[in-house]
C-alpha cells in the first residue's frame, strides 16, 4: 500500500513539473515585475491613461495629412448614403457605383437604387447556396474542413463585388423609394441570427437524412420546403420585393421627365445596362502569393449559380495605374481596405502617422504586409468606393478619397482620406471596368485560375 502511495505521490509531483514547463511559473512572475521599472515618464503615461484613450495619448500632433483636403482628380459625389447597423458596405459600394452611372446618364437629382431590394435575394440566395452545398457535401465527415466551414459560416450580411455581379444580374434594380429600408435592413444582427440557427438546424437535418439513405431529389425536395420559411422570414422583416412597378424619373431640378412602368430587370437595363458579369475585372493585392496570377476563392460567393469570387493578384502600383485612369474618366470603382488600421475618426483620415505607439508605449512593430496578412492581423473588412486621387506635379499620387455608406456625418464630410503610404499598407481590393485594364492585365485573364480554399485568412466578407 505505501508502494502505490509513493508512486502516486511520484506520478502527481512528475505532472506538477510537467504542467509548469511552459507556464508562468514564480520565478518568472517575480522576474517580470523586477523588469518592470517605473520612470517618471512611466508613471505619467499610468496616470494619463487611467482617464484617457490609448488613441486620444497616441494621436500625433501637427499631422499634415489632417489638413489638406484638396484633390487634382475627383469624381463629382451624389450624396452620402448610411448602412446603419449592418454589413451591407459591399451591397452600398456597389449601389453607389451604379448610381452615379444613372445620375450622370440622366441628370438626376438625388437618387439612389434599393439596397433593401438586394438584400432580399441576397439573404435568400445565400440561405439557399448554404443548404445545396449541404446536401453536395452530406457523404463527408462532420469534421471535413469544408463541413465545417459551412456550419461556421451559413449566412451573413457581409459580402463583395460578386453579389453585386450575381444578384443584380438575376434579379434587377428598384428605385430606393419602391422598397424602402425597414429596421430589419438597418439592424441585421437579429434577424441574420434567427436565420443562422435555422440554417444550421436544417444543415443537420440534411446530414441526418442522407445518413439514413436519403437521396439527393429527396434533399432538394426538403430544401425547397426549407426556403419557403427563409423566403417568408425575410418577408415579414424587410418587406416582399416588387415584381413591377410605376416609376417617375425627375431631373436635377426636381422636375418630372417621364413616368413608366418597369419589372426591376427593366429598370436596371434602362437605367446601368452594363454587363456585370464581364465589363468588370477584379484585382488584389497579396504580397503573400505571386503576382500576375489569376486566382479564385472556392464557395466565395453569393448565388449556388453563381461566380466564386475571382482576382488578377498585382502588385499595387499596377492598381494603381488602373485606378487613376478611371478617376481621370469620371468612373467611381469598388475598392476595399483594412478600415480600422490608424483611423482617425474625427478627421475622417486614414495615415500610417495617425499614432505613435511606439513613442507611447517603447516598443516597434515590425510586421510588413504579407506578415499582417499571414498572421490574421490585417484583411480586408469594408468596401467603399473609390472617387478621388491627388497627383503631384509628376503624376505621382500624394492621396486618395472614398464614398463611404457610414452617414453624411462621419469621417470627412462622409468620406475618407487616405495618404498614399496607407493605400500601400491597407488597401486589397479593386474592381475597375475592363477598358482602364492594361493588356498585360487582360491576357492573365485567359489563365487557369489557382483554386484557393474558402477559409484562406484574406477572404473574410467586407461589412
Known amino acids: 500500500m505505501k508502494i502505490l502511495f509513493s508512486l502516486a505521490a511520484m506520478l502527481l509531483t512528475l505532472n506538477s513539473v510537467a504542467q509548469n514547463i511552459g507556464g508562468i511559473s514564480a520565478q518568472t512572475l517575480a522576474e517580470l515585475r523586477k523588469a518592470n521599472t517605473q520612470t517618471p515618464t512611466d508613471r505619467a503615461l499610468r496616470n494619463a491613461l487611467a482617464?484617457?484613450?490609448?488613441?486620444?495619448?497616441?494621436l500625433t500632433a501637427n499631422n499634415q495629412a489632417n489638413s489638406?483636403?484638396?484633390f487634382s482628380n475627383e469624381v463629382k459625389s451624389s450624396g452620402i448614403t448610411n448602412q446603419e447597423h449592418s454589413g451591407r458596405c459591399w451591397l452600398f459600394t456597389g449601389l453607389n457605383v451604379m448610381r452615379a452611372k444613372a445620375i450622370a446618364k440622366y441628370n438626376l437629382g438625388s437618387f439612389q437604387f434599393s439596397q433593401s431590394y438586394c438584400f432580399f435575394y441576397d439573404q435568400l440566395e445565400k440561405s439557399n447556396l448554404?443548404?445545396?452545398?449541404?446536401?453536395?457535401?452530406?457523404?463527408?465527415p462532420a469534421d471535413d474542413k469544408t463541413?465545417?466551414?459551412?456550419?461556421?459560416?451559413?449566412?451573413?450580411?457581409?459580402?463583395?463585388?460578386?453579389g453585386i455581379q450575381d444578384i443584380i444580374s438575376k434579379y434587377g434594380l428598384v428605385p430606393a423609394e419602391v422598397m424602402t429600408e425597414s429596421f430589419s435592413a438597418n439592424n441585421t444582427s437579429k434577424m441574420s441570427n434567427i436565420l443562422q440557427t435555422k440554417l444550421r438546424e436544417w444543415g443537420l437535418e440534411l446530414r441526418q437524412a442522407y445518413a439514413k439513405g436519403e437521396k439527393k431529389p429527396k434533399?432538394?425536395?426538403r430544401k425547397a420546403e426549407m426556403l419557403k420559411t427563409v423566403y417568408h422570414i425575410l418577408a415579414i422583416c424587410l418587406g416582399e420585393p416588387p415584381t413591377q412597378f410605376t416609376w417617375t424619373r425627375t431631373n436635377a431640378k426636381g422636375e418630372p421627365q417621364e413616368t413608366k412602368q418597369y419589372t426591376p430587370i427593366e429598370f436596371y437595363n434602362e437605367m446601368v445596362g452594363a454587363d456585370l458579369q464581364n465589363s468588370y475585372i477584379m484585382l488584389m493585392n497579396d504580397p503573400t502569393r505571386e503576382y500576375y496570377k489569376l486566382y479564385t476563392i472556392d464557395l466565395d460567393r453569393h448565388t449556388y449559380d453563381g461566380s466564386n469570387w475571382t482576382y488578377v493578384n498585382l502588385p499595387i502600383d499596377d492598381i494603381k495605374q488602373m485606378a487613376i485612369a478611371s478617376i481621370k474618366d469620371s468612373t467611381m470603382m469598388y475598392f476595399s481596405c483594412d478600415v480600422g488600421k490608424c483611423y482617425n475618426a474625427k478627421s475622417g483620415i486614414l495615415s500610417t502617422d495617425n499614432y505613435d505607439y511606439e513613442s507611447l508605449f517603447g516598443i516597434s512593430f515590425g510586421m510588413d504586409k504579407a506578415a499582417r496578412i499571414s498572421t490574421f492581423e490585417s484583411a480586408s473588412s469594408h468596401a467603399m468606393t473609390l472617387m478621388a486621387v491627388d497627383l503631384d506635379s509628376n503624376g505621382?499620387?500624394?492621396?486618395?478619397?472614398?464614398e463611404n455608406s457610414w452617414g453624411a456625418n462621419s469621417g470627412y464630410k462622409g468620406h475618407l482620406i487616405m495618404t498614399d503610404k496607407w493605400f500601400d499598407e491597407?488597401?486589397?481590393?479593386?474592381v475597375v471596368d475592363k477598358k482602364y485594364a492594361t493588356q498585360k492585365v487582360l491576357d492573365i485573364l485567359t489563365q487557369k485560375p489557382i483554386k484557393l480554399p474558402a477559409w484562406d485568412p484574406?477572404?473574410?466578407?467586407?461589412?
Open 219 to 221: 434533399l432538394e425536395q
Open 68 to 70: 489638406d483636403t484638396h
Open 51 to 58: 482617464n484617457n484613450s490609448i488613441n486620444s495619448l497616441a
Open 147 to 162: 463541413v465545417e466551414w459551412l456550419f461556421k459560416n451559413p449566412l451573413s450580411d457581409g459580402g463583395q463585388f460578386t
Open 426 to 430: 491597407y488597401m486589397f481590393r479593386l
Open 458 to 463: 484574406l477572404f473574410a466578407p467586407e461589412m
Open 396 to 402: 505621382k499620387p500624394l492621396k486618395w478619397k472614398v
Open 130 to 140: 448554404f443548404l445545396q452545398s449541404i446536401i453536395d457535401n452530406a457523404a463527408k
